[in-house]
């Protein structure tokens, strides 16, 4: 029987942003666990997060992962590469080419498309960077000074002090 040309994922991100390992309704598992979802957040705020495809993609196989519960609506960041279940983290060779074709973002969700561009079975997962908003407890951000103006004929900037004789 033929594989099917696309391997169809979705995992939804817990509902508190935590980091950790979940299962692909968001629930948190054990670290002996293999995981569906795996959370980090960056210096500054950023999360990254990794979704695992379920199973292995043939040569030539495209896989397509959905986030779900993915919090705000800025454009996000993604990647698509080999995983290691063993131990629930990403990887390359120089063997396999794993390909991004498309990162999309949609109210509550994103998606990654890549596909397995080498002659192998592969472990994969797709990744995710994006930016939660604050939540209602935090503080806000301190805003931001004015923009200084560019020097340059018509504004030589500060003036020199005048000497005093």
């Not at 999360?47 to 292995?56: A, I, L």
């Not at 890549?114 to 930016?131: D, I, K, P």
């Not at 000074?145 to 000497?163: H, I, L, Q, T, Y």
Request: glycine share 12%; net charge neutral; charged share 20%.
């Amino acid at each position: 029987m033929p594989k099917p040309s696309v391997v169809l994922r979705y995992v939804k991100l817990p509902d508190q942003l935590a980091d950790g390992r979940f299962d692909e309704y968001g629930n948190a598992v054990d670290p002996n666990q293999p995981a569906s979802v795996v959370l980090h957040q960056l210096p500054g705020g950023p999360w990254q997060c990794w979704g695992v495809f379920d199973r292995e993609l043939e040569p030539g196989q495209y896989g397509y992962l959905t986030f779900l519960n993915v919090p705000g609506q800025g454009v996000p960041g993604g990647a698509f590469t080999e995983w290691r279940r063993k131990n629930s983290t990403p990887y390359f060779d120089d063997r396999r080419l794993m390909v991004l074709y498309s990162v999309q973002r949609a109210e509550g969700a994103a998606r990654i498309i890549g596909r397995n561009g080498s002659g192998e079975r592969v472990g994969a997962a797709a990744g995710l960077l994006f930016v939660a908003p604050p939540s209602p407890n935090e503080p806000p951000l301190p805003p931001s000074p004015p923009p200084r103006a560019a020097e340059g004929p018509e504004n030589p900037g500060p003036s020199p002090e005048k000497k005093k004789s």
